[in-house]
């Protein structure tokens, strides 16, 4: 498998993402995992607008995905794996990703989410997703940026008492 980073970032493609996370971890290959998304051709039009040229974009269901990153044919891309929300990342992990490490690096306020750091609002489907990726051996950890610490998740979530 060749995905070299998973963040959960309900913005997905944005100028965090072109600018800055892209170089920091080598990637050639953009896969924005979420079923919603991948049924909707008009934000699927406007996440592959700004991409960044030379830089492949694909956007898939998760099912599409799991397949797509396990396909011997994409072997050699740098993947970096965008999802909305920690229950596709849970999602993916539990199709067979195997991935140790998760980045929480945005997730907007929406009703019933509480404020765990400047940037991230978990609502209660949130923390059962972060709690059942930890049990199943999987580091979240929260950074911004890649040139911010990382923090781990867990521990803002127990700081913001949501567990």
Known sequence: MTVKHLRIDNRLVHGQIVVAWLQAIGADTIVVANDGIAADDFQKTMLVAVSPPGIRERILSVDETLAYVKDPAHANEQILL???????????????????TMNVGNMAFVVGAKRVSNTVFASPKDVE???ALTAEGVKLTCQMMPTVARQDFMQLLAKAKLV
Request: positive net charge; proline residues 5%; glycine residues 14%.
């Open 82 to 100: 965008l999802v909305k929300e920690p229950a596709d990342a849970l999602r993916l992990h539990r199709g067979g990703l195997g991935l140790a």
């Open 129 to 131: 997703a972060a709690k």
